[in-house]
């Protein structure tokens, strides 16, 4: 099977694998215990997740503090709803867990357009009144990359809060220096599934949503797991060492899938974009089907998140793409353990299925 949906999830480095193992142990080990708790083996597990979490911490600027949670979907839904804000502002592109976590919070929010490329302007209105601000850095469906320290400086001057989903970015591009907080998934930077966290600025103030223990700073309360931090922090290490070579290997790789489907058009930008994510489209193209004939190569119709659900992509809805159009579009994402040889063989595979559509 040649993978290609890397914005759905990675695979899990090696070097994660190996930093999980030891916290993973039975009986015969200390790695079982619970990090909170204060005999000698629950502090070696605690010193465990603090190491991790000052390696998760490289991924954002200096100046804050760093909250394991669930994931990013979690950390997204402290930021906004604990921020205790009511009056929000959210890009028209934003994933779910930005968009309906909003809207459970402000029915009339504030939905900030993006233009034919996928891209907000620096100079977007924001209304007078908005509590707090919420713009990805880059988009999980087309990849475009939004000018996120611009708009952080436009909400603070309004007295909002900046909050950024950089589950896409973190570990790929620089963190948003801006924002007063910042959501990431450990999954989405070869890390494993089940634990993500929320940077949050110093002196922002924020309620819990989930009551219990206290742990985490009173913000969140539950016993973390050693292995999973330890396993995000050293996927997070890893990026911040290999983020040149990452992004050299990404850029190659974009420009051969590129010539490889020249003849499908591209959505979102061609250059504000993380090149690892090429969502294209190709008029009368039945993508069920496509799915469904192409066997060897796992690629999406768009976000994972929603899947199945039969809806057109509200992101390319918002490119002003037709629904017709945009149930033609196909989302390709390749990363660190890609090949050249695996785009080649993928599009032969995804163009021979197209022919036997006759849209080629």
Known sequence: MIYLDYQATTPLAPEARAAMLPWLCGPEAAGFANPHSPHRIGRMAAAAVEVAREQVATLFPAGGRVIFTSGATEALNLAIIGSGKKRLAVSAIEHAAVLDTARFVDRDLTVLPVDADGLIGADVAIPDGTGLVAVMQVNNEIGTVQPVDALAARAQALGALFVCDAV??????AAPAGADMIAVSAHKLYGPKGIGALWVRDGVELAPLIHGGGQEGGLRSGTL???LCAGFGAAAALCENLRESDGNHVEKLWTLARSLFSGWTLNGSATQRWRGNMNVRLDGLDVARLLSECRTVAF?????????????????????????????????????????????????????????????
């Open 168 to 173: 896409q970015g973190a570990g790929k591009l």
């Open 225 to 227: 797991s050693p292995a």
């Open 300 to 360: 999406s119709a768009g976000s994972a998140c929603a899947s199945g659900s039969g809806r057109p992509s509200h992101v390319l809805r918002a490119l002003q793409l037709s629904d017709r159009n945009s149930k033609t579009a196909i989302r390709l994402g390749f990363g660190r353990y890609t090949r050249e040889d695996d785009l080649v063989e993928a599009a032969a595979a995804i163009h021979a299925a197209a022919k036997r559509q006759g849209v080629l």
